[in-house]
């Protein structure tokens, strides 16, 4: 049991374009979700926490123009970033948290590895 | 705000042997949470280990446990009998115990455990 899957893995997109990534949950609700990106040798950074039905709140030095996150349903949340640059180039993952759990325990996804050429 | 401090960057030990990681961290808040994660190279984040801060008994996980000193703001992982298989990134992380909601991992820069056979 929970698991969280992250589509794509991989994608490579040209630099002015715009990349979604979806987070699900596959088989638990997920009230809250979070993103994270994480360069190369380098640790994971919180970037945005998304509650259903509601706006996501990002973490101070996130730009929520470019890095646009909806969390439409209780399985899902999606990043799409926008206008994306080299820059944007990197791993980002999304952890989800159960409804009903009272551990606080987070179940993270897979990772997406962006390119940006 | 929270922090969070791993000064080993990279640690190697024989197989079998016992490996201690070290983590401290730095915040005001009194209910938290502490974890330790894994990421192999899959660089799937995989849980190894939960401490509540309320708690004063250290967790334990099979070959895993922990050294909490909550005064110093220590939490140690101890791995005992070390095999090939933990080798990967160790990270420690804090999360601020919230009434009603969850808030996002923060996470320190990671530690590089190397099996050695």
């Known amino acids: 049991g929970a698991v969280v899957s992250q589509h794509p893995s991989w994608v490579i997109c040209k630099s002015g374009t715009s990349v979604k990534i979806e987070c699900r949950s596959l088989d638990f609700q997920a009230t809250t979700m979070f993103w994270y990106r994480q360069f190369p040798k380098q640790s994971l950074m919180l970037m945005a926490t998304?509650?259903?039905?509601?706006?996501?709140?990002?973490e101070q030095g996130v730009e929520k123009d470019k890095f646009l996150i909806n969390h439409a349903s209780l399985t899902l949340s999606t990043l799409t970033v926008t206008s994306a640059h080299p820059e944007d180039s990197s791993f980002y993952i999304c952890s989800a948290r159960e409804l009903a759990e009272i551990s606080y325990e987070q179940y993270f996804g897979p990772g997406t590895r962006l390119t940006v050429t | 705000a929270q922090t969070v401090t791993q000064s080993q960057p990279e640690m190697s030990v024989q197989e079998a042997e016992t490996v201690t990681l070290s983590c401290t961290y730095d915040t005001s808040e009194n209910n938290y949470y502490l974890f330790w994660y894994k990421q192999p190279p899959s660089r799937q984040m995989i849980l190894v280990i939960r401490q509540e801060a309320y708690k004063q008994q250290n967790a334990t996980e099979n070959r895993f446990s922990v050294n909490f000193q909550k005064a110093a703001k220590s939490f140690s992982l101890k791995i005992s009998d070390s095999q090939l298989g933990d080798t990967a990134m160790y990270f420690c992380a804090f999360m601020k115990r919230s009434g009603g909601g969850a808030d996002g991992l923060t996470f320190g820069k990671g530690t590089h455990l190397i099996i050695q056979p």
């Open positions: 998304s509650n259903e039905g509601s706006k996501a709140t990002y």
